[in-house]
């Protein structure tokens, strides 16, 4: 049981880094001056 929650846990870290990734890519496709 421990086994898999690690694993699931694995899962949303690894969708959440994707989740910021696309964010981050979005935010610089709207405005690339405002964040620097």
Same mark, same amino acid.
């Given at each position: 049981m421990?086994k !898999? ?6 899962y ?5 880094? &994707? &989740? ?7 935010t610089?496709g709207? !405005?690339k001056?405002s964040?620097q």
């Amino acid at each position: 049981m421990r086994k !898999g929650k690690h694993k699931a846990e694995e899962y949303l870290d690894s969708l959440k880094t &994707y &989740y910021k990734l696309c964010l981050s890519r979005r935010t610089t496709g709207l !405005g690339k001056t405002s964040e620097q």
